[in-house]
């Protein structure tokens, strides 16, 4: 699935890929939505990852009520799970995904940020968990594009960053929505399996190899570039 003449950017995926967030990420929502009276479930917010605060708001409001979240009401209900995830406990780099970011770098391959997220509380980490891996013109955020994950833009986006095309890059995320996203942008898809979510929903969501653990990505794909 690589490259035939090299791989020259990974693409990386920023939630349940470089950190294990997810938990606090549902532990947020399951807060906020609660306080707010909308009926939720802890597993939904896992599905979700990779969509922006302000889909998800929308989505669970039009579910509760059967209207759009208003644009002050998505404001103020993403300020509020921000702060409500600032206040977990410190959230820690997944197992392996340092050494993947380095293996990469020291393959001359550029690695550049592709999240759905605006969380400066990680945002604001990465340059002292993955010294100079992600400068802040090698990141596509929640601010970077309209449509987020699963369109395709934030991975053609990562591309245009790095001034890379499709078939000389890898997309790296543990999402279905993340996969269906870098599948959608043309770029080979690695997924990972970083929680709940299981590698054959991450095959059938665009992913053209999936990987059981970071680790295991970790090792096997340094060895494969
Ligand atoms: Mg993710």
């Not at 206040?87 to 770098?105: D, N, S």
Request: proline fraction near 8%.
């Amino acid at each position: 699935m690589l490259p035939p003449d090299g791989v020259r950017a990974a693409l990386i995926d920023m939630d349940g890929t470089l950190y294990d967030s997810m938990p606090n990420h549902a532990r947020a929502w399951m807060r906020l939505m609660t306080e707010k009276g909308v009926d939720a479930r802890p597993e939904e917010f896992f599905l979700y990852e990779g969509c922006t605060g302000a889909w998800i708001i929308n989505h669970m409001i039009e579910r509760q009520w059967g209207r759009s979240a208003t644009p002050d009401e998505a404001r103020e209900w993403y300020e509020l799970k921000a702060r409500y995830f600032g206040e977990m406990p410190r959230v820690e780099p997944v197992e392996g995904a340092r050494e993947l970011v380095e293996g990469l770098r020291r393959r001359g391959i550029a690695t550049v940020l592709v999240t759905g997220s605006g969380q400066a509380s990680l945002l604001g980490r990465l340059d002292t968990d993955f010294p100079g891996a992600f400068p802040a013109d090698m990141r596509v955020t929640s601010a970077s594009v309209r449509r987020g994950k699963p369109a395709p833009d934030p991975y053609l986006r990562g591309l245009e960053l790095a001034g890379v095309d499709a078939a000389h890059a890898i997309a790296i995320d543990n999402a279905p929505l993340g996969t269906r996203s870098g599948h959608a942008a043309g770029i080979p898809t690695v997924g990972v399996v970083t929680g709940p979510i299981p590698a054959d929903e991450l095959a059938r969501s665009g992913a053209d190899i999936v990987f059981t653990s970071m680790p295991e990505c970790t090792k096997s794909l340094l060895q494969l570039l």
